[in-house]
């Protein structure tokens, strides 16, 4: 079964730190762009983050330029999302998916597999 398992979710007050990770089962995703949306209730989707197959870039939504960092581990089969500096207006519950393309783009209807989510809590 092809899919993608997120996590590393939690509550963490505002200033605070998470990593969450993707993990990829039944496929490698070596040859895939991955991407971190996010959707907070009453929202819609917006794309957080983006590292392409080649890795040699990395593209950050303007709200999170400078405190998060996108990486991947092939050797691992997992893409990371580093938070930091998190405010409460970057709760919300964080999907990965995988463009075939391998290219990163805006368009979510590019991303071929979609996690379940993990929750992002930021409070005090």
């Known amino acids: 079964q092809l899919q993608l398992v997120e996590s590393g979710g939690g509550l963490v007050q505002p200033g605070g730190s998470l990593r969450l990770s993707c993990a990829a089962s039944?496929?490698?995703?070596?040859?895939?762009?991955i991407g971190w949306f996010r959707q907070a209730p009453g929202k819609e989707r917006e794309g957080v983050s983006c590292?392409?197959?080649?890795?040699?870039?990395?593209n950050y939504a303007e709200s999170v330029e400078g405190r998060f960092t996108i990486s991947r581990d092939n050797a691992k089969n997992t893409v990371y999302l580093q938070m930091n500096s998190l405010k409460p207006e970057d709760a919300a519950v964080y999907y990965c998916?995988?463009?075939?393309?391998?290219?990163?783009?805006?368009?979510?209807?590019?991303?071929?597999?979609w996690g379940q989510g993990t929750q992002v809590t930021v409070s005090s």
């Open positions: 998916a995988a463009a075939p393309s391998g290219l990163c783009v805006s368009n979510a209807g590019a991303y071929l597999y």
């Open positions: 590292i392409p197959r080649r890795g040699d870039s990395t």
């Open positions: 039944g496929f490698t995703l070596d040859w895939y762009a």
